[in-house]
């Protein structure tokens, strides 16, 4: 289990709803990344955290967006108000950072969001 | 402003034959350039990277790439396709002088490999 985690795998939830997707990254790894991934479209970026530095929330699509970092580890991304064209497949990945001069991210195995 | 091209929607081959994938990138500095592959239902996986050094970059699986600067490309290639080599493929790129954390992926390609 060396691997990003992500949960749920799977939400359904109503319009109008919030959801929370969680993400536990790989042990050691500061710096923590979100996606979105839409139907036919590529990734989308959303969220960046390093270490205990301000999140670069630069691709955030609305304020209904948000995310935190607790501890420098687990990640949880909340959706508020879900609308319909917020379903789509959600990624997480992790890597060591730039700082370590090295940042290939690794990707968990997604949480696939419907909004009905 | 960062971006990446993936021409092919789609890249059908038969099993044994050489493949290849296309990647376009645009950046205003100087890129680091990866490939992901992603299987149904899975997050993706690493295949390969250039940062630096060698243009002919050696990855997971048998897959290799090749950054060509003056064409600004770098196209997955396999020698001989493999069916279990059927899975979608994204090419994303990081421009070292923005500071921009984030990679800008492709809209990837669906490889077929027939038996």
């Known amino acids: 289990g060396a691997g990003v985690s992500q949960s749920p795998s799977n939400k359904v939830t109503e319009k109008g709803k919030d959801v929370e997707l969680r993400c536990d990254p790989i042990?050691?790894?500061?710096?923590l990344y979100w996606y979105r991934q839409s139907l036919g479209q590529g990734l989308e970026f959303l969220i960046y955290?390093?270490?205990?530095?301000?999140?670069?929330k630069s691709g955030l699509p609305s304020d209904r967006f948000s995310a935190e970092r607790t501890g420098g580890s687990v990640s949880t991304l909340t959706i508020q108000r879900t609308q319909q064209e917020d379903s789509a497949v959600y990624l997480c990945?992790?890597?060591?950072?730039?700082?370590?001069?090295?940042?290939?991210?690794?990707f968990g195995p997604g949480t696939r969001l419907t909004v009905l | 402003a960062q971006s990446v091209a993936q021409p092919e929607d789609q890249v059908n081959v038969a099993e044994g034959n050489p493949l290849t994938v296309k990647c376009t990138y645009s950046?205003?500095?100087?890129?680091?350039l990866f490939w992901y592959v992603q299987y149904p239902n899975r997050g993706l996986q690493f295949l390969l990277k250039?940062?630096?050094?060698?243009?002919l970059v050696k990855g997971s699986y048998g897959f290799e790439a090749e950054f060509n600067k003056s064409q600004t490309s770098f196209h997955l290639k396999k020698p001989s396709a493999l069916v279990s080599d059927s899975a979608l493929y994204f090419c994303?790129?990081?421009?070292?002088?923005?500071?921009?954390?984030?990679?800008?992926f492709g809209t990837g390609t669906r490889l077929t490999v027939i038996p």
């Open positions: 990945a992790s890597s060591l950072g730039w700082l370590a001069g090295e940042d290939t991210q690794y």
């Open positions: 042990s050691g790894h500061t710096a």
């Open positions: 955290f390093q270490g205990n530095s301000a999140p670069d």
């Open positions: 950046v205003s500095g100087n890129p680091y």
């Open positions: 250039y940062i630096t050094g060698d243009n």
């Open positions: 994303a790129v990081r421009d070292k002088q923005t500071g921009a954390n984030n990679l800008f």
